[in-house]
């Protein structure tokens, strides 16, 4: 008989409970620190508009960007400038990159795909500033010379650079997405005698529809963010393309117009208030991107949901059919465009004719020949991609091997950089990744740990999700002015190490958030059932079970985050870097750092042995990116082959 | 209430979002006896039997009203603690999921989160448990090798072992047997009624037979809904309802 | 769950598309282009400095006489990146200060002078301006020796190995007792590599590192300056009227000038020399083809 019931003893542990309680706070206060940032990034730049010198409907309309002599803010054809950029690189980016990703999950044997995948995802460590120069230097002398245009800083150049950069982004989130594709689905099709190429339009793609949206989302933000590669190859001229398709017409951007005028604009004229406002018209597009594709991406996930019920959506699938219609026949005319600008009426005409006639025919064609052509399209757009990458490395390569040595990397620079080597920017890199890896992981890894572990989906969860996706989106350079309004002129930093830490590391928050939340939920539901099941408490299992086997993708996550922060210079520019040959002794000076002294030594000191040291340093900035994303790719790879549930 | 039922429910109705999965389930587990949950999939038994270690705690959107008393008391108040109910009722799952750690960190698991660091005593709770679920002799060699390693038969064991390691009252099994071959679940059938002798066992199945052998109580459901609730020869001999008398024959759908 | 006959349209558009891809790509890597329309000159693409850019101002002024730019003017944001687009763009044309002319551009010369330091230090090259370095009032302790030191023969070498157009120095520099703690100079990329190099001289003379340089931009030097962030701010240009007004007491030092010169590619044969009328023409989008200008 079991009776003395006055007493429940199933209530205790009342230390524990509170125990549970401020850990459980600790997580709930970095996972809110997104949604902080945001509003403050939002309000300080906010705050800095004011007062804008035009009236914001002019601000907005005007196509006339003068800030220093005619004094008039328009910045539409710096949005359109954006938009046209963004365009092209996608058209440029989603094929091939698609294309990639299918060719590489479901066509490539797997010794070539541990060739092809760590090749690509190599494509995403090299800096942005390395891109710029290899676009200033080759790529717009080819397209110069290619076409028979005056200058080669165009549109064209601007998007191919995008698109080239975009498309390790694509490739790989994409390949994710296919490869999460059950593999029953793929058999349930081929076992009723669908072919390879068959399964994959029928089968494969849809299934990945929302995966794969989501890596051209990710595409689309990372080239509308995009300044320093940018900045240096599009000519920056203000003005909208006449034609409206003509592309090799020079063309301006929302962020290099920040890249090439923040440094030296004076504090608190107009002209200051306006690029501030240009920061925030390009938050505003990249937010309205992000919050798109977040709904688009719910819209997609919920219909393809199984237990969902239906219910009515803002786009409904015909509507979204209907969309993806109108986007290929764009691009289908776009392109159309482009070969006739390129080759003339008669060649196009004998395309386009060839393309209608396999268009026609594409039902006699038997399946079997339909899967090569489709393969060896495929398999095209794959090679393109390494021919791409081979060039880019052998052409830093070629013109960075000569400067190295160990003087190289251990002296500090003199003359300018003329001369000596580069310690102090190498040292000063390492500082702002370590101090800025410093700050975000833990903030990283906490709030993802609140979001995946200690939540059910709520609204305020939904909230830090999409102020986490926000901030993923938000271009480098608009950290970067964050900063500098914040840190160096608020908080009265100064240019400082610090500075430039915290603002890197705002940067990575997202970067980390993303992969340590995959991490955690590829671990099995079952194990954190397995472990509460013989009363362990919320935290224990998450410390025991759940944290042990997610290590390496956290590890991964905080290596890519390293990497990135290496390589960037906008965020750097405007908060910490001085071109100097000290080491900081304080975190309240500045440092120089290995973008910004590459991105110095290579415009702002003239002579043959300076443009050595810039090919020197390129080469060891993009070894040391490089280098990163390697250990990352390795240590994935390595727990990948071991880790088996 | 009768005095030798450890956990009676009462009213008990539970919600996953807008969809209800469990229509006021009224029932008593006898204690140091089997109790078998049976009826079609989906129609619950998995929910029933994690109600009963809060195990649906963890899933969003689950709501639950009535009461689960546990030896009296009510489990489902918001101010009892799921830990210690765990501690208590422990519970093995459909497919065995053993920690990515040795099979000896596996089973010293439980007790190395209550605490419990001491060498000498950890070893002691690691054999004994192993041995009462029957693996230790396969495995008292490679104590120290990853569980994953083991075969099927020999995980969901050692799952068993690991919730025997913090010697519940109550072992919960939902369908433990459906991923193995008939001599590792012949096994795991003897070793159910080893464990009777001190614990309380509620064990789903889809095996009839597997319920006929083992079980002292037969429990079958049907949407959600307890239909019949008896002593096993009775229900399986001589059910009273017509949806038992089709499901148990084979007539069901 | 497969619909083979279905929606083959979509299939279609996707292989077309992928199709085009492919021979778009093969036609931009086969080289199959048109030829240069030799037979219509050489259209003029005008570079210059951005919005911000003390350059840029200057040359307004004094070049366009504060008249509109075309607005296909390419910008860039630094000297070397003007320099590296006219190098390789045939039709090209841009200014940037002295130091970067060399072989890979042409400077053309303005109304018959020829761009060197020499004829700025005569007055005869017409587009020149001062580099200046600011300091929040009258300078004290480092602050003043470096000026003085910048101002001296040594200081003013310097100014002429790199380009620029060198005071008349004020004689050797003599070096001074009691010199302690260390001081940062922010501001203009373009007085930068001055500073650093004078920097470094200054601080091996001293064995101590007195003097920390970095870059940032004129504003920023201004503005580091007038906060005391730094103790002397570098600019390319005068104060503007909203700097005057936030910061009263900055002391302006000039430490040298700057002749800009008007560069062409090397391969440009249709100009040698132009007038000052003739390049605000070319940069109000007046003339558009190097052919009107022969
Ligand atoms: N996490 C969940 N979210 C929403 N619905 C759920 C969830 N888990 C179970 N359900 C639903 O609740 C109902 C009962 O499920 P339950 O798993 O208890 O069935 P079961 O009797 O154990 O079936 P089986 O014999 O197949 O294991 C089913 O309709 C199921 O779809
Ligand atoms: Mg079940």
Not at chain 1, 282 to 288: D, V
Not at chain 2, 49 to 57: A, L, P, V, Y
Not at chain 2, 59 to 80: A, E, P, V, W
Not at chain 3, 177 to 188: A, E, M, N, P, Q
């Amino acid at each position: 008989m079991n009776t003395k019931k006055i007493i429940n003893p199933l209530i205790s542990g009342k230390k524990r409970k509170r125990n549970e309680k401020a850990i459980k706070s600790v997580f709930f206060l970095t996972a809110i620190f997104g949604i902080i940032i945001i509003f403050s990034i939002l309000f300080f730049l906010i705050r800095e508009t004011y007062p804008l010198p035009t009236d914001i409907w002019s601000f907005l309309s005007g196509t006339i960007w003068s800030p220093t002599e005619s004094l008039q803010f328009g910045t539409f054809s710096l949005t359109v400038g954006t938009l046209l950029v963004t365009l092209g690189a996608m058209i440029i980016a989603i094929p091939i990159s698609i294309g990639g990703a299918l060719f590489i999950s479901e066509i490539a044997s797997s010794r070539v795909r541990s060739i092809i995948k760590p090749a690509i995802e190599l494509l995403a460590g090299i800096p942005s500033v390395v891109y710029g120069f290899f676009g200033l230097i080759i790529l717009t002398t080819w397209i110069k010379d290619i076409f028979g245009v005056p200058t080669g800083e165009t549109w064209l150049a601007g998007s191919i650079i995008l698109g080239i950069m975009a498309i390790p982004t694509i490739t790989t989130v994409a390949e994710d997405a296919i490869k999460a594709v059950p593999r029953e689905f793929k058999e349930g099709s081929l076992a009723m005698g669908a072919t390879k190429w068959q399964t994959i339009q029928k089968v494969i793609i849809p299934s990945a529809l929302s995966g794969i949206t989501a890596a051209i989302i990710l595409g689309i933000g990372r080239a509308v963010g995009e300044t320093m590669a940018i900045l240096m190859v599009c000519g920056n001229a203000a003005i909208i393309p006449t034609p409206l398709w003509n592309i090799f017409s020079p063309i301006r951007t929302l962020t290099s117009t920040l890249g090439i005028e923040t440094a030296e604009v004076p504090v608190g004229g107009p002209h200051y208030h306006a690029l501030f406002g240009v920061a925030v018209l390009l938050l505003m597009i990249t937010l309205i991107i992000n919050i798109t594709a977040v709904y688009l991406l719910g819209t997609i996930q919920k219909r393809q949901g199984a237990t969902s019920k239906k219910k009515k959506h803002l786009f409904s699938i015909t509507l979204l059919i209907k969309i993806k219609k109108i986007f290929t026949s764009l691009g289908l005319l776009f392109i159309l465009l482009l070969l006739y600008l390129i080759t003339g009426l008669l060649i196009t005409a004998i395309l386009v004719i060839i393309g209608g006639l396999l268009w026609f025919m594409r039902n006699k064609i038997s399946q079997k020949n339909l899967q090569k052509i489709a393969f060896s399209t495929l398999g095209a757009a794959i090679l393109l991609i390494i021919v791409i990458l081979g060039i880019i490395l052998s052409y830093i390569i070629i013109n960075g091997a000569g400067a190295l040595s160990w003087e190289f990397l251990t002296e500090a620079p003199k003359r300018l950089g003329r001369e000596g080597g580069i310690s102090t920017p190498l040292i000063g890199t390492l500082y702002l990744v370590a101090g800025a890896i410093a700050i975000a992981l833990p903030i990283g890894v906490g709030a993802s740990i609140y979001l995946t572990e200690y939540t059910k989906e709520n609204t305020l969860t939904k909230i830090i999700r999409t102020g986490a996706d926000l901030l993923n989106g938000t271009p480098s350079i608009v950290f970067g002015l964050f900063g500098f309004a914040f840190f160096v002129l608020y908080l009265k930093f100064g240019f400082s190490l610090i500075a430039g830490q915290i603002t890197l590391a705002f940067m990575i928050i997202p970067t980390i958030l993303r992969t340590t939340e995959e991490a955690l939920r590829s671990v099995p539901q079952s194990l954190r059932e397995g472990s509460y099941a013989v009363g362990a408490t919320r935290w224990q299992t998450i410390r025991r079970v759940v944290l042990p086997p997610a290590a390496p993708g956290i590890i991964t996550g905080a290596i890519l985050g390293i990497g990135r922060a290496a390589g960037e210079t906008a965020p750097i520019m405007f908060t910490a870097v001085a071109f100097s040959s000290f080491f900081p002794t304080s975190l309240l000076e500045p440092v120089n750092a290995l973008p910004y002294h590459l991105f110095i030594i290579s415009t702002n000191v003239p002579g043959a042995a300076a443009k050595n040291a810039a090919g020197g340093t390129a080469l060891v900035l993009l070894l040391l990116v490089i280098g990163f994303y390697s250990i990352a790719i390795l240590i994935r790879n390595h727990y990948q082959k071991t880790m088996k549930w | 209430m009768t005095s030798n039922q450890i956990i009676t429910t009462k009213n008990l109705n539970l919600w996953y979002g807008e969809k209800q999965a469990l229509f006021d389930i009224n029932m008593g587990i006898y204690a140091n006896k089997i109790t078998a949950l049976i009826g079609p999939s989906g129609c619950g038994k998995s929910t029933l039997i994690r109600c009963f270690n809060r195990m649906n705690d963890v899933i969003d959107k689950c709501r639950i009203t009535g009461s689960i008393y546990f030896n009296g008391n009510d489990i489902l108040q918001t101010n009892t603690d799921a830990v210690e109910i765990r501690k208590k009722i422990g519970m093995v799952f459909q497919k065995p999921n053993p920690f990515p750690k040795t099979i000896y960190e596996n089973v010293a698991y439980g007790s190395r989160v209550q605490g419990i660091n001491d060498k000498k005593k950890l070893d002691d709770i690691v054999e004994k448990s192993l041995k009462k679920a029957a693996l230790w002799d396969e495995v008292k060699d490679r104590l120290y090798e990853s569980a994953m390693g083991l075969s099927g038969g020999q995980q969901q064991r050692l799952c068993i072992a690991r919730s025997l390691a913090i010697e519940p009252e109550i072992i919960l099994m939902d369908e433990p047997c459906s991923a193995l071959d008939p001599i590792a679940t012949a096994k795991i059938e003897d070793l159910m009624t080893e464990l009777k002798k001190t614990y309380t066992v509620i064990i789903v199945t889809h095996n009839m037979q597997q319920a006929a052998r083992v079980s002292d109580y037969t429990a079958y459901m049907y949407l959600g809904k307890l239909i019949e609730f008896g002593d096993t020869e009775q229900i399986f001999e001589n059910p009273k309802q017509e949806l038992t008398e089709n499901y148990i024959t084979g007539r069901f759908g | 769950m497969i619909d083979i006959q279905k929606k083959t349209k979509k299939e279609g558009i996707f292989a077309l598309s992928l199709l085009a891809i492919l021979m778009l790509v093969i036609t931009l890597f086969s080289g199959c282009t048109q030829t240069n329309n030799e037979n219509q000159g050489l259209p003029i693409v005008v570079v210059g400095r951005d919005s911000a850019s003390g350059t840029r101002e200057f040359f307004w002024e004094h070049v366009m006489k504060k008249g509109n730019f075309t607005t296909t003017m390419l910008e860039k944001n630094s000297n070397g990146a003007v320099h590296q687009t006219v190098s390789t763009t045939q039709g090209a044309i841009g200014y940037v200060g002295l130091g970067y002319l060399d072989e890979e551009v042409k400077a053309v010369k303005i109304n018959g002078i020829e761009a060197t330091v020499a004829n700025v230090v005569a007055g005869t090259y017409p587009i020149s301006r001062a580099l200046n370095m600011y300091t929040n009032g009258e300078p004290t302790g480092i602050a003043l020796e470096f000026l003085k030191y910048l101002d001296s023969t040594e200081g003013q070498a310097i100014v002429e190995d790199e380009g620029f157009v060198p005071k008349t120095s004020t004689g050797s520099y003599v070096k001074v007792d009691g010199l302690l703690g260390s001081i940062t100079i922010v501001g203009s990329t373009t007085v930068l590599p001055i500073a650093q190099l004078a920097a470094e001289d200054f601080n091996t003379l001293y064995g101590e590192n007195l003097v920390a340089v970095s870059g940032g931009g004129s504003s920023v030097g201004v503005q580091s300056v007038g906060e005391g962030s730094a103790i002397i701010g570098m600019a390319s240009r005068e104060l503007k009227s909203s700097e005057t007004t936030s910061y009263p007491n900055l002391v302006k030092h000039i430490v040298c000038n700057d002749g800009i010169a008007i560069i062409i590619n090397p391969e440009n044969t249709y100009v040698e020399d132009l007038t000052l009328e003739q390049v605000q023409d070319i940069y109000d989008g007046t003339y558009t083809n190097w052919d009107e200008l022969e």
